[in-house]
């Protein structure tokens, strides 16, 4: 009988070539499109699950109270590490700070990023040692974990363990590689080269002196590893009592637990409280993903159910010879699923033909591991569930049809067949307007945020990594850069412009209220900072070398000046870090921080000892290739010993941007597939009904009806169904686009526009689709029409 039930289906699928592929065509499109958006989820979803205790993982953040609100950092004082020491639920804990070094290996020198780890880094995050004891490799000051990569292009194919390294931060340091880790996966919350002992950085930083018994001082980020079953609401409140007792600031200042898990997916914050993140956008894709899988399987019913006449004479005959229903049902849901597994087969290999340009597209490297059960496991389930979506409808409406009726020709689909059809193009055409509208509203948005005022000039801004050298020499580099042309203007900050590295509050001022805080951004700079970045001053003056005094004054920025409520600010004091501090200026604001959020206040010190980015405002040339030499050769001066390393301020800028630029595309890309996977459902339904529709087109051509006028005919109906899916889609559509906007802080106004367009551009591409088979049908010969049964 299986056999029986094949041959048939295949013989079905070659008699009706054009339907079967667009059948197969269809549902190939919507699994592939399914598959690349389900990777790309599942990426998402287990990211850190690389460490086997991802679930007993916590960062500690901070929760600090302003006038603007609470504000979410994750930073804490050093002091906390001997606190955390007395909670007997917490197994273990672990500070660390990021920095670069020069590595050096004979004439192998390598410019690499780093951490500066706890002891128990390893112990507790889990990463796959080939070489060394986790308990122990970050043990003695002078020793260096690298990771396989950074291993083999120091040493290459010799054994690195043991081996010296030379580590140049401040100076050259013999560092003994005491493990080889495994290079880490893209999906962890870590990015590093090498990993330094915790000890050797409190040994050698100069400014670690104000940092140890200091609780405001919060530069360090700090994990813990609970025991199992641990109470982490009493460590919060832990946490929240022993910064309580020591917070000497006037804003009100909280620690709390942030688990692994949610360290990708929930990292947004409002007011100290999580506020989603990434994982709005993986619950839209998955959304999406569904949508497309639905969209090519309405395709399979509504061809299979409008087309069902066709197939009426072999269901009543398969009934008159003593076939069950259950038997027709398992035929045509074997069809279903044997189009399904086709389907399957050509999407797995769309797949691997679009992986490579999607990878593109997300920035990530995704494969499939076609030697995993799980993975054949969910293709199995993807084609039974595919199969039995596509084939269940159509299966058990051809099974209802009575023999008697069909044998007598008297089978009609009537109103029952047709309106099913009807709402499930409605609903692909819902579906359609949905995704177009997310498009163009992410779009929008998307390029306002990357077209806002940004309060300096990116153009032609060159930034560099300090090194100790430079430093040291930077006073004779900025002359040199200046004088022979090689720059416009140079300065150094302890942040590049565009991103902000430390945050304080302002103690006191003059005005100020009973309550009133105000949480300021810090930059440190040097000489010609407004000059070479272009930024405006608005009231008083620029860091002079004329003015000694400067090294106690500072410059606000227009947020901080409305946040303290200042009338007349320039040569009023303040209070920060204990010290007073003159006001000489007022710049305009500028946007460093997120690219969606509101500018913070901010104040600038002058502050030539704590740096590290060189800011180099490059002259506007024709030739950028030939100024980056000169630079570079001047920079190679002084530094030797150092690559020569640089990043634009634009493209650093555009960079705030990778995420929704991702998702934008994303969306446009799947939208499209949706659309055209919709478009191809419709070229088959609107063929079916020209063809069923062929007499009457043949009588109506006969009478007097004109082309313009059939081809209307034929239209109205889909053109209908457009306009009802517009109204039930338009304000759901609405609706989430305005959920998605209010995540940012900067945002465009809704634009109504796109509702009407969306509705427009499908109805039009509905109209052409429909119009194309209804012009066909209309062009036949009137006598063939009429001889078609």
């Not at 002091?79 to 660390?96: F, G, H, M, N, Y």
């Not at 460093?592 to 704590?610: A, E, F, K």
Request: charge should be positive.
């Amino acid at each position: 009988m299986i056999r029986n039930y094949l041959t048939i289906a295949l013989r079905t699928l070659q008699r009706n070539g054009a339907y079967s592929f667009i059948n197969i065509a269809g549902l190939a499109v919507g699994i592939a499109a399914s598959i690349l958006i389900l990777l790309w989820v599942q990426d998402e979803l287990t990211f850190n699950h690389y460490f086997s205790n991802y679930r007993d993982i916590y960062q500690i953040k901070q929760n600090a109270t302003t006038d603007n609100g609470v504000m979410t950092k994750p930073y804490t004082p050093l002091p906390l590490r001997e606190a955390l020491a007395q909670d007997t639920r917490i197994k273990r804990s672990v500070l660390t700070v990021g920095q670069s070094a020069l590595l050096t290996v004979g004439e192998k020198k390598l410019n690499k990023r780093g951490l500066d780890a706890g002891e128990s880094f390893l112990e507790m995050f889990r990463f796959q040692l080939l070489q060394g004891d986790a308990a122990t490799a970050l043990r003695e000051p002078h020793s260096i974990v690298l990771t396989q990569s950074t291993a083999t292009a120091l040493f290459g194919d010799e054994d690195a363990l043991g081996k010296i390294v030379l580590v140049k931060i401040a100076n050259n340091e013999p560092m003994k590689v005491t493990a080889i880790l495994a290079d880490p996966p893209e999906n962890i919350s870590f990015s590093f080269d090498y990993l330094l002992p915790f000890v050797y950085f409190e040994a050698t930083a100069d400014w670690i002196k104000y940092a140890r018994d200091n609780w405001n001082n919060n530069a360090f980020e700090t994990y813990v590893e609970l025991q199992p079953g641990a109470d982490r609401a009493g460590v919060d409140r832990f946490l929240h009592d022993v910064v309580g007792k020591h917070n000497t600031e006037s804003r009100e200042v909280s620690l709390f637990l942030h688990p692994m898990s949610h360290w990708r997916l929930y990292n947004n914050f409002e007011n100290g409280k999580e506020n989603g993140g990434l994982i709005d956008y993986v619950l839209l894709f998955s959304g999406i993903a569904a949508f497309i899988l639905v969209i090519a399987c309405i395709n399979f019913m509504n061809l299979a159910t409008a087309r069902s006449e066709h197939r009426a004479r072999e269901v009543g005959i398969r009934k008159s010879v003593g076939s069950s229903r259950n038997q027709l049902v398992m035929q045509f849901i074997g069809e279903s699923l044997l189009i399904s597994a086709l389907a399957f087969f050509f999407s797995i290999v769309l797949v691997e033909l679009a992986r490579p340009f999607y990878n593109v597209l997300i920035d990530k490297h995704l494969v499939i591991d076609y030697t995993s059960p799980q993975i054949w496991l969910f293709g199995l389930s993807l084609i039974l569930f595919t199969g039995l979506l596509a084939g269940s409808y159509p299966a058990f409406y051809l099974s209802s049809f009575r023999p008697a009726q069909i044998l007598k020709g008297k089978v009609r689909t009537g109103r029952a067949g047709r309106m099913p059809r009807k709402v499930m193009v409605t609903l692909q055409f819902a579906f359609s307007i949905l995704l177009t509208v997310g498009t163009v509203v992410i779009y929008k948005q998307v390029e306002y945020l990357k077209h806002r005022e940004v309060g300096y000039d990116r153009e032609n801004l060159m930034l560099i990594w300090s090194t100790t050298d430079i430093e040291k020499n930077f006073s004779s580099l900025k002359q040199e850069l200046v004088n022979t042309g090689a720059a416009v203007s140079v300065t150094k900050s302890n942040s590049p412009i565009t991103n902000i590295f430390a945050s304080s509050p302002i103690e006191k001022w003059t005005g100020m209220r009973a309550g009133q805080r105000v949480e300021a951004t810090n930059i440190a700079t040097q000489y010609d900072y407004t000059k070479t970045m272009g930024i405006r001053m608005l009231e008083g003056r620029d860091f002079s070398e004329d003015f000694k005094s400067d090294t106690t004054a500072i410059i606000l920025n227009k947020a901080a000046v409305r946040a303290m409520d200042l009338k007349d600010p320039v040569g009023d004091r303040i209070q920060m870090w204990g010290q007073t501090w003159t006001i000489i200026g007022v710049m305009d604001d500028v946007l460093m921080g997120s690219g969606s959020r509101n500018i913070d206040p901010l104040v600038m010190t002058m502050d030539p000892t704590w740096s590290s980015t060189i800011t180099v405002r490059v002259p506007k040339s024709d030739d950028l290739e030939a100024s980056i030499i000169r630079i570079s050769n001047v920079f190679k001066k002084y530094s030797p010993d150092y690559p020569f390393e640089y990043r634009f301020a634009d493209d650093e800028f555009q960079r705030k941007f990778s995420s929704i630029n991702m998702i934008g595309r994303l969306t446009s890309a799947f939208a499209l597939l949706a659309m055209f996977i919709t478009g191809l459902g419709l070229f088959g339904m609107a063929a079916f009904t020209a063809e069923q529709r062929t007499k009457e087109i043949g009588i109506r051509k006969v009478l007097g009806a004109s082309v313009t006028g059939l081809v209307l005919l034929l239209t109205k109906d889909f053109s209908r169904m457009v306009i009802v899916a517009f109204i039930f889609s338009a304000p759901l559509a609405g609706w989430a686009a305005q959920q998605f906007l209010e995540q940012y802080q900067v945002r465009i106004d809704m634009p109504l526009w796109v509702f009407p367009v969306s509705g427009l551009m499908l109805l039009g591409v509905t109209a052409l689709i429909v119009s194309t088979q209804a012009i066909r049908a209309s062009l036949r010969n009137p006598v063939k029409a009429l001889r078609s049964e």
